[in-house]
């Protein structure tokens, strides 16, 4: 089964501190591609960072951060110094050959980051 | 990235009325256009997939002839949610991919049925 597992449903930090929103999946495919977006409260999906099942080379950008790992399934983002701005809502996705491409997104976490 | 573009964002229809939202890749082929819907504080679901020039597949659960696409041309592909009612007001989403693998989300649009 493909599957996106975000078990973290809501996360309340203080500026400035890290945080970071676990991901977790599931795929039978070799071949796949995983996303980070971020939905603020105005709605659109803005794409953070994709990643294919080859490359599990962990990725920093600012104060972003991603750690990819194969062997547990997890491709978990933290964010170093959070900000107020940051607060919104993010969604770990999948997107699998065998699926025609398609992409299964995870349930999300609500990030709050209080001034 | 590439660009996709929805429109409209935001629409208010009547219950009972037919609403139709596209969904344009601007500087792309899109030969697979994905259409997503998300309740409040839901995740998004994957409605259906249309490939250029074919009937789109539908995902369980998801009514045929409630939500028609159509995906007549490589650049564009329309929702059209027929007879709406309240319950179908949601925030619907597409998304295209063309020869890249990687596919690329439109605004979405948010539907309000009163």
């Known amino acids: 089964a493909q599957k996106v597992t975000q078990a973290q449903t809501e996360i309340s930090v203080v500026e400035k501190e890290d945080v970071t929103l676990d991901c977790v999946y599931e795929t039978r495919d070799t071949t796949y591609y995983l996303f980070w977006y971020k939905q603020p409260p105005s709605g659109e999906l803005v794409f953070l960072i994709r990643?294919?099942?080859?490359?599990?080379q962990n990725e920093i950008s600012g104060r972003y951060s991603w750690n990819f790992q194969k062997s547990t399934s997890s491709f978990n983002f933290t964010i170093t110094a959070s900000q107020v701005v940051d607060s919104a809502v993010y969604f770990c996705a999948l997107n699998f050959v065998s699926g025609g491409f398609k992409t299964i997104f995870g349930a999300g976490t609500r990030l709050f980051v209080k001034a | 990235g590439a660009v996709v573009s929805q429109h409209p964002s935001r629409v208010i229809c009547k219950s009972g009325t037919s609403v139709k939202i596209e969904c344009r890749s601007l500087d792309f082929q899109a030969t697979t256009m994905f259409w997503y819907r998300q309740f409040p504080k839901q995740s998004l679901m994957l409605m259906a997939t249309?490939?250029?020039?074919?009937?789109?597949?539908?995902e369980q659960g998801v009514e045929k002839d409630k939500f028609l696409i159509n995906h007549a041309s490589l650049t564009l592909s329309t929702l059209t949610v027929t007879s709406a009612h309240p319950e179908d007001s949601s925030f619907y989403i597409c998304?295209?991919?063309?020869?890249?693998?990687?596919?690329?989300f439109g605004q979405g649009t948010r539907l309000t049925v009163v």
């Open positions: 998304s295209a991919r063309g020869e890249l693998t990687e596919a690329f």
């Open positions: 990643r294919n099942s080859f490359d599990e």
């Open positions: 249309s490939n250029e020039g074919s009937k789109a597949t539908y």
